[in-house]
């Protein structure tokens, strides 16, 4: 009888429906795809803590300065509101500050990035020597903006000057090219845009050289000329380069300070006073770091529309291959 009941219960547990096996909740593919996300952001860490002390926290506290008046120490002094916007609107050295920035950036942009097409045009020709154009058309790259303006600083002066010597060679008559309001702001233009063609020589002539030569071939073999394969072949193909050198431009325009604070200080009368070198005197001179803070977002909020226009509107003409 035991060994029957015995017998009768291992059939009832052979017989009994196995219990399946309690599956993981967390399927292995979102384990693994949560582990690679956090293998990225440990090695983002560094970057973010950076970007976190000198780029967020910055732009949080000048948000913060731009609502209150504070004493030469940088303290909060008052809660003034919309004041420091509004007093910006009906200033007149505002809004001659941005007209100048205007026309500094009109001066700079368009005529850095054609002489960058000529010179990167130049040098992407198989001709003999280029190595050497190469090596001298990318040489202010390297550069600093302090060193750029003391030698430009040496070439504009008024009996020194090498430009001046030229003009008289030449039977003209000298240029007062930082003391005169008419020249100051062209002279501090001409000097940018030598200052940022080794760059925009760089970026444009590895624009050229990422265009397949079957296509500039192709043309030649249908009889096209040189200006015309120019035109309708690779100036097409290097829009991309032309229209992320236009945003960099631009940018880069509106936030010049180096160059002006060295050779003309703002002046003469306002002429060379752009929208970053008011920022500066208002912070750092007037110790006005409420209104210096409402300039700086007005400036954020004029390049982030400015780009946005440009990529609204120029980017429907860039050609992608």
């Known amino acids: 009888m035991e060994a029957m009941a015995i017998t009768r219960q291992e059939v009832n ?38 970007f976190g002390i000198f780029l967020f926290y910055p732009l949080v506290q000048s948000v913060y300065l731009s609502f209150h008046l504070t004493d030469p120490r940088g303290r909060i002094a008052a809660f ?24 500094y950036a009109l ?9 960058g ?14 190595r050497l154009f190469q090596f001298l058309f990318s040489v202010p790259v390297a550069m600093s903006v302090s060193t750029s303006s003391v030698i430009w600083m040496i070439l504009f002066h008024p009996t020194m000057g090498m430009l001046n010597y030229f003009l008289n060679k030449l039977g003209f008559s000298s240029v007062q090219w930082l003391t005169d309001d008419a020249w100051a702001l062209v002279s501090i233009a001409i000097m940018t845009v030598w200052m940022n063609s080794g760059l925009h020589f760089i970026i444009l002539l590895s624009g050229l050289q990422s265009i397949p030569e079957d296509i500039i071939e192709s043309a030649k073999i249908d009889g096209s000329g040189p200006v015309r394969t120019f035109i309708r072949i690779v100036l097409p193909l290097l829009s991309p380069t032309i229209f992320f050198l236009i945003v960099l431009s631009v940018m880069s325009a509106f936030q010049s300070f180096g160059q002006i604070h060295i050779l003309t200080k703002g002046g003469p009368a306002g002429a060379t006073d752009v929208f970053v070198y008011s920022i500066y005197r208002e912070a750092f001179m ?36």
């Open 13 to 50: 547990l052979q017989s009994a429906p196995q219990r399946p096996a309690i599956k993981e909740h967390i399927p292995a593919s979102f384990r693994r795809r949560w582990k690679d996300h956090v293998l990225g952001y440990f090695f983002l860490a560094p970057s973010l803590v950076l």
């Open 80 to 103: 003034v509101g919309l004041d420091n916007y509004s007093h910006l609107l009906s200033s007149s050295v505002f809004w001659n500050s941005l007209k100048v920035t205007v026309y």
């Open 107 to 115: 001066y700079t942009v368009p005529a850095g990035i054609m002489i």
């Open 117 to 130: 097409i000529v010179t990167a045009g130049l040098v992407h020709t198989k001709l003999r020597g280029m």
């Open 286 to 321: 007037n110790y006005q770091f409420g209104t210096g803070s409402a300039l700086s977002l007005v400036l954020f909020a004029i390049i982030l529309l400015l780009t946005a226009i440009q990529f609204l509107f120029l980017e429907k003409k860039v050609h992608y291959q």
